[in-house]
């Protein structure tokens, strides 16, 4: 603590003399960029002219004109773009300074944010505290931290690890400078899976189940960004998906939930920030993870909470090793957040349904819902598994099995296929397209069992064939691990909606799809 | 290696898949954005249309009109300054297209750079290979990493640190990726202090020595960043420092050696875009500190190296401990890099000299060239070890006492002098500016003996007096440490060009600068 007070007091002393130094400019002409860059003010200087301020790229600046004034990230060109005495602003910061004709503008240098001596501690190994995470947050929100200084936070957060205490002080960090979903119910269900499984598509089965019994069940989903479908793409089929916090409050009070984009309401501000950052090296830092996890929980007000950990050699988490010690981080950090939680380790080894694709997904889903004879049990039994172990939450039900029988009875009556009728309605229901018409019919080149399948060659072939653009296109899958096949018995059809697609589709090592022997 | 294999053909595979969706674009409609950013080339789309194409903002690009085409980072809009149809490129991009009225830019992805996965690796506390450290140094040089991928190699370096070979690895990678001043002596000497001193300008007086005696000494300089003053910026006062190498060559052809600005010359390319992403969080990888020191001294053809690691309480090396560390490191790099080196600890408690600020400096230099009375005498032994040593590291002597006679002889005889003043002519000589005409002297308020000085607060007088832009501005002191002072004697004195400049200097606490007892 002594440690800190010394290093703000140091901050302080150089932040203010650096103030000093640049504070003897005059007063700059402003000159317009007619372009939008988002919601953080930048402003750019020639080489020359910034020397002269002491200023240097990615400081942060303060713009005064008048009475107005803004705190800005500089740029600097080495090129002719601007006099000596000019100062280039981006549209937002033209506007919101409210710049007129003759105006000069004032620049001095603006205090280094404190939390970037938090970040460099981060990189260093250190733990932060509660107070620290929160600041770093508060800045992320409010755009005061440039890329560079997110990036050193996430890899500190990566290389280091983020212990228990500061993955909760993460996630409460992330609720409390994001919108929030409050439902006054004394039990609101969540449910979240790792994944890295095409198909997986067990939410749209299970919270018709949960709503359908009279709970609460605000379920949001991301859509694909590498996979051939999210469960935001595959529920987009049947209803819209894109809702703000006024309107799905409203669904769910007249259904008891919902299956909607998670990017339509502003729950993790933070973490779609770093996110941004996290994208050019996919990088996943466990602590980033769970709090990212536990933030869209906690923000609509889930207190009764399932985790599904997929382990398959091409899942998220692809040892029983790995997802054990996840499971326990889930664990400890949900007691600490006094959320009611399991979390299941599942078979993620193959495709959970037949189809692949956002339209595909879909057939599987209604055929479970609808108890049709094609309906893919592994999608079933995994979904009333999910259900059942929420339901075992609430202390209600004298065992799981008594759950499940429950889940059961709630699916095979049809009335989790009503209910799912009815959550489509609220949401705005959607005609179904059309599947892709041009097909490509991948056959066995021997008889045997089906001893394993690629999911990422799987998930590639549906994304060659346009998922989840095309909405149409995938890969339809007739046989899974353990399953007898002959010789010339289909193996998977692959539909698209354009037919170039299928000559990308056959560039793709297709015979690796399928292990069989 | 196998894994090395298997992840570079998963990474082949998605990125022809990503190819193939998002060519289906029939070409964007260009408008130009009237705006230089640097080097890399940058186009901007808005949201829906990155949608569209399965875009995500840090996307490398291929932008191709007609047969031309580059490889493009992509930005995002979240507002409406383009249409769907419409692309937004920079003036570099526009102009390297050719853009003509009606032409139609294609947009496709390009693959992710492979350096991207060794980076990762980094992250995660792997050791990198020579070939990969080349390959990412490569792309650093190449502008083909952006700043979040260029944060993230410097934040696993730091985090993760890097053994000897590999930063013997960056070392050659940075000067194979960067100019080189070849110079064909067999015995080529430079010099480089870690840093941290104020005053300590020993570079002016070493190179004046060795360069008397007949050797080469190229020794390119840094500027001050938050300090004071810089090598390059006391020397700047006496002569040109910005010169390229064709010049830099003639100079040490005609005098042997010279001081410039390494800035002047491009040597160390990726060291200085990696340091710019370093910057907001200051950060010093020893590994990357190490590198670039090396680059540095390798890139002018030097063999025959000093190292200065000065350690204080406020010195960049704070314990004996961590100098000895640092000590051992550049042994062993320097051994593996087959350069005679040697490496020595030196007092970094208090200022060296008696001026802070470039000409204040100066005539510190100048006083100890000259053998002048009041020549601090802390400046010219330091001085007189540094040559010592490093003429030592010839084996022409017999020993450093033989070498430090001789360097004693070249600086008492004025031919020390004589060369520094060939230098200045041959770098192209300077007037004197004036020293700053309003002055704060500040006195002691007790007798005693001086215990310690604050370097840290003498330097950021120095900085508030206007140092280094205003280049007679600066600190004289008159004490230092084991001086007795009398009771209203003077400690030291401030000089300012600007009266308003003694004003932020007041704000000061002066009253600590110096501690008695």
């Not at 890329?147 to 960090?173: H, I, P, R």
């Not at 001893?451 to 899958?477: E, H, Q, W």
């Not at 289909?490 to 090592?509: G, S």
Request: hydrophobic share 40%; charged share 30%.
């Amino acid at each position: 603590m002594k440690n800190y007070k010394s290093q703000k007091k140091l901050l302080k002393l150089f932040n203010k003399t650096l103030t000093n130094i640049s504070m003897k400019t005059e007063g700059l002409t402003p000159k317009r960029i007619p372009i939008r860059v988002g919601s953080r003010y930048i402003a750019i200087l020639n080489e020359k002219a910034a020397k002269q301020m002491d200023l240097h790229a990615a400081d942060r600046v303060i713009l005064k004109v008048g009475k107005r004034d803004i705190t800005a990230i500089l740029d600097i060109t080495e090129k002719k773009d601007f006099k000596d005495n000019q100062i280039g602003l981006y549209a937002e910061t033209w506007e919101k300074l409210e710049v007129k004709r003759g105006d000069k503008i004032k620049v001095s240098i603006a205090p280094k944010p404190l939390v970037d001596a938090f970040i460099k501690d981060k990189l260093e190994g250190k733990t932060l505290t509660e107070e620290q995470i929160n600041a770093i947050i508060k800045d992320v929100v409010a755009d005061d931290l440039s890329d560079v200084e997110m990036t050193y936070f996430v890899s500190g957060c990566f290389a280091n690890g983020l212990n228990d205490d500061e993955t909760v002080a993460l996630t409460k960090a992330i609720v409390k400078y994001g919108d929030k979903l409050e439902f006054k119910k004394k039990i609101v269900m969540d449910k979240h899976c790792i994944g890295g499984v095409p198909g997986n598509r067990t939410t749209m089965v299970v919270v018709p189940i949960i709503t359908a019994l009279g709970y609460t069940m605000p379920k949001t989903s991301s859509r694909a960004i590498t996979s051939p479908s999210g469960t935001a793409d595959t529920m987009e089929i049947l209803a819209n998906v894109v809702n703000d916090a006024t309107k799905l409050k409203k669904i769910a009070k007249k259904v008891g939930g919902f299956i909607t984009w998670g990017g339509g309401v502003d729950l993790a501000s933070a973490d779609d920030k770093l996110i941004r950052v996290r994208y050019p090296l996919k990088l996943d830092p466990q602590g980033m993870l769970l709090a990212s996890i536990m933030a869209k929980k906690f923000s609509v007000s889930a207190n009764h909470v399932i985790i599904d950990i997929p382990i398959g050699p091409q899942a998220k988490v692809k040892t029983m090793a790995k997802a054990k010690q996840l499971q326990q981080r889930f664990l400890s950090i949900g007691k600490k957040l006094k959320m009611k939680m399991k979390v299941v380790i599942t078979d993620g080894a193959e495709p959970i349904g037949n189809g692949v694709g956002p339209l595909l997904e879909c057939f599987d889903v209604i055929n479970v819902l609808k108890n049709a004879e094609n309906a893919p049990k592994d999608l079933r039994e995994k979904s009333l598994t999910l259900a059942s172990k929420l339901l075992s939450l609430t202390s209600k039900y004298k065992s799981e099995a008594a759950a499940k029988k429950i889940a059961r009875e709630v699916l095979d009556s049809g009335k989790a296929w009503t209910q799912f009728e009815k959550i489509i309605e609220a949401q705005g229901k959607k005609n179904l397209p059309k599947i892709g018409e041009h097909t490509l019919h991948f056959k066995s080149t021997k008889k045997g069992i089906v001893k394993a399948i690629d999911n990422k060659l799987i998930a590639l072939i549906a994304r060659n064939a346009g998922a989840p653009l095309d909405s149409g296109a995938g890969v339809y899958i007739y046989k899974h691990i353990g399953d007898t096949i002959e010789k010339g018995e289909n193996l998977f059809t692959v539909y698209a909606e354009n037919k170039d697609r299928l000559k990308y589709v056959q560039k793709l090592p297709l015979d690796t799809a399928y292990k069989i022997n």
